[in-house]
Protein backbone atom coordinates (compact mmCIF):
# COMPACT_ATOMS: atom_id res chain seq x y z
CA UNK A 1 0.00 0.00 0.00
CA UNK A 2 1.64 2.97 -1.02
CA UNK A 3 0.52 6.56 1.48
CA UNK A 4 -1.30 7.84 -0.86
CA UNK A 5 -3.44 4.93 -0.34
CA UNK A 6 -3.27 4.85 2.97
CA UNK A 7 -6.10 5.61 5.45
CA UNK A 8 -4.63 7.75 8.51
CA UNK A 9 -6.39 7.55 12.25
CA UNK A 10 -4.72 11.13 12.60
CA UNK A 11 -3.04 13.72 10.17
CA UNK A 12 -1.31 16.62 11.34
CA UNK A 13 0.47 19.76 10.37
CA UNK A 14 3.22 21.03 12.22
CA UNK A 15 5.73 23.76 11.50
CA UNK A 16 9.29 23.75 11.44
CA UNK A 17 9.83 27.59 12.69
CA UNK A 18 12.86 28.89 11.47
CA UNK A 19 14.83 32.31 13.10
CA UNK A 20 17.35 34.70 11.44
CA UNK A 21 20.04 33.10 13.47
CA UNK A 22 19.18 29.76 11.95
CA UNK A 23 17.21 28.48 15.33
CA UNK A 24 14.23 26.40 15.51
CA UNK A 25 11.45 26.28 17.77
CA UNK A 26 10.65 23.72 19.95
CA UNK A 27 8.08 23.55 22.47
CA UNK A 28 8.82 20.77 25.78
CA UNK A 29 6.27 19.06 26.94
CA UNK A 30 5.61 16.47 29.52
CA UNK A 31 4.97 12.41 28.21
CA UNK A 32 2.45 11.94 30.03
CA UNK A 33 0.94 14.65 32.35
CA UNK A 34 -0.45 12.04 34.85
CA UNK A 35 3.10 10.96 35.77
CA UNK A 36 5.73 13.49 35.19
CA UNK A 37 8.26 11.09 36.37
CA UNK A 38 8.42 9.80 32.65
CA UNK A 39 10.33 12.98 31.61
CA UNK A 40 9.51 14.86 28.86
CA UNK A 41 10.54 15.44 24.81
CA UNK A 42 10.60 18.68 22.22
CA UNK A 43 8.20 19.04 19.42
CA UNK A 44 7.69 21.49 16.77
CA UNK A 45 4.31 23.36 16.88
CA UNK A 46 1.31 21.30 15.30
CA UNK A 47 -1.31 19.42 15.75
CA UNK A 48 -4.00 17.59 14.53
CA UNK A 49 -5.60 18.42 10.96
CA UNK A 50 -9.79 19.70 11.59
CA UNK A 51 -12.32 18.29 9.38
CA UNK A 52 -12.46 20.52 6.11
CA UNK A 53 -9.25 22.02 6.82
CA UNK A 54 -6.11 21.98 4.60
CA UNK A 55 -2.65 21.07 6.20
CA UNK A 56 -1.58 24.42 5.43
CA UNK A 57 -4.51 25.77 7.56
CA UNK A 58 -4.12 23.19 10.34
CA UNK A 59 -0.25 24.14 10.28
CA UNK A 60 -1.69 27.99 10.26
CA UNK A 61 -3.96 27.68 13.23
CA UNK A 62 -1.95 25.56 15.28
CA UNK A 63 0.67 28.44 14.98
CA UNK A 64 -1.79 30.96 16.72
CA UNK A 65 -3.07 28.43 19.20
CA UNK A 66 0.74 27.25 20.25
CA UNK A 67 2.93 29.85 19.97
CA UNK A 68 0.96 32.96 18.95
CA UNK A 69 2.02 33.16 15.77
CA UNK A 70 -0.76 34.48 12.92
CA UNK A 71 0.64 33.77 9.18
CA UNK A 72 -1.39 33.30 6.25
CA UNK A 73 -1.91 29.74 5.09
CA UNK A 74 -0.17 30.33 1.60
CA UNK A 75 2.79 31.75 3.46
CA UNK A 76 3.72 28.45 4.30
CA UNK A 77 4.07 26.80 0.61
CA UNK A 78 4.16 23.40 0.52
CA UNK A 79 5.29 21.01 3.05
CA UNK A 80 9.20 20.13 3.25
CA UNK A 81 8.93 16.84 5.20
CA UNK A 82 6.99 13.78 6.48
CA UNK A 83 6.65 10.98 8.96
CA UNK A 84 3.99 8.04 9.23
CA UNK A 85 3.57 5.08 10.52
CA UNK A 86 1.22 2.99 13.25
CA UNK A 87 0.78 3.82 16.65
CA UNK A 88 -1.27 3.07 19.65
CA UNK A 89 -1.47 5.88 21.47
CA UNK A 90 -4.21 4.95 24.32
CA UNK A 91 -6.83 7.69 23.01
CA UNK A 92 -5.80 6.20 19.00
CA UNK A 93 -5.02 3.71 17.12
CA UNK A 94 -3.98 3.29 13.92
CA UNK A 95 -1.97 5.04 10.92
CA UNK A 96 -0.46 8.25 11.52
CA UNK A 97 0.94 10.93 9.37
CA UNK A 98 2.28 14.58 10.36
CA UNK A 99 3.67 16.73 7.30
CA UNK A 100 6.04 19.66 7.96
CA UNK A 101 5.88 23.07 6.77
CA UNK A 102 8.85 25.48 6.86
CA UNK A 103 8.24 29.02 7.82
CA UNK A 104 11.36 31.47 8.54
CA UNK A 105 11.10 34.79 10.94
CA UNK A 106 13.49 37.40 11.61
CA UNK A 107 12.50 37.18 15.44
CA UNK A 108 9.75 36.03 17.00
CA UNK A 109 8.39 35.99 21.18
CA UNK A 110 6.61 33.56 21.52
CA UNK A 111 2.72 33.86 23.31
CA UNK A 112 1.66 30.61 24.59
CA UNK A 113 -1.38 31.93 26.24
CA UNK A 114 -3.68 30.46 23.18
CA UNK A 115 -3.02 26.65 24.39
CA UNK A 116 -5.85 24.38 24.92
CA UNK A 117 -6.61 23.23 28.16
CA UNK A 118 -4.69 19.88 27.46
CA UNK A 119 -2.05 21.28 26.26
CA UNK A 120 -1.19 23.59 29.05
CA UNK A 121 -1.51 20.53 31.70
CA UNK A 122 1.62 19.32 29.54
CA UNK A 123 3.82 22.27 28.15
CA UNK A 124 6.65 22.59 30.41
CA UNK A 125 8.66 25.19 28.44
CA UNK A 126 9.85 26.52 25.01
CA UNK A 127 13.57 27.01 23.44
CA UNK A 128 15.04 28.18 20.18
CA UNK A 129 17.35 25.42 19.50
CA UNK A 130 20.41 25.85 17.34
CA UNK A 131 20.87 22.69 14.48
CA UNK A 132 24.61 21.86 16.66
CA UNK A 133 22.64 21.99 20.03
CA UNK A 134 19.60 19.33 18.43
CA UNK A 135 22.76 17.03 17.16
CA UNK A 136 24.33 17.06 20.65
CA UNK A 137 21.32 16.60 22.81
CA UNK A 138 20.07 13.78 24.72
CA UNK A 139 16.56 14.67 24.93
CA UNK A 140 13.69 13.32 23.10
CA UNK A 141 13.30 15.18 20.10
CA UNK A 142 10.28 14.92 17.31
CA UNK A 143 10.44 14.51 14.78
CA UNK A 144 13.01 11.69 14.76
CA UNK A 145 16.19 12.93 12.55
CA UNK A 146 15.23 16.83 12.90
CA UNK A 147 18.68 18.16 13.03
CA UNK A 148 19.79 15.97 9.74
CA UNK A 149 16.79 17.29 8.44
CA UNK A 150 17.46 21.53 9.24
CA UNK A 151 20.77 20.77 7.68
CA UNK A 152 19.41 19.61 4.52
CA UNK A 153 16.58 22.99 4.64
CA UNK A 154 19.06 25.43 5.23
CA UNK A 155 21.31 24.05 2.36
CA UNK A 156 17.85 23.91 0.51
CA UNK A 157 14.94 25.41 1.96
CA UNK A 158 11.98 24.22 -0.45
CA UNK A 159 13.23 20.73 -1.83
CA UNK A 160 11.52 19.45 -4.69
CA UNK A 161 9.99 16.76 -2.93
CA UNK A 162 9.16 16.38 0.82
CA UNK A 163 11.77 14.35 3.41
CA UNK A 164 10.74 11.20 4.30
CA UNK A 165 11.90 10.89 8.15
CA UNK A 166 11.87 8.05 10.82
CA UNK A 167 8.05 7.37 12.48
CA UNK A 168 8.61 7.60 16.09
CA UNK A 169 6.30 5.06 17.71
Known amino acids: MTDQETTYR ?23 PGDPALGHSWCTPGGGVDEGQSLAQAAARELREEV ?17 GY ?5 AEGNFRDDFFRLQVQTYEVDTSGMAGYEVTAHTGHRWWLVDE ?14 ALLTDL ?14 HH
Request: overall charge negative; cysteine-free; glycine content about 8%.
Open 10 to 32: RRAARVLLLDGAGRILLLRFLRD
Open 134 to 147: LAATDDLVHPLGLA
Open 87 to 91: ADLGW
Open 68 to 84: GLVVDPDDLGDPVAYTS
Open 154 to 167: LAEPRPPVPHQLRW
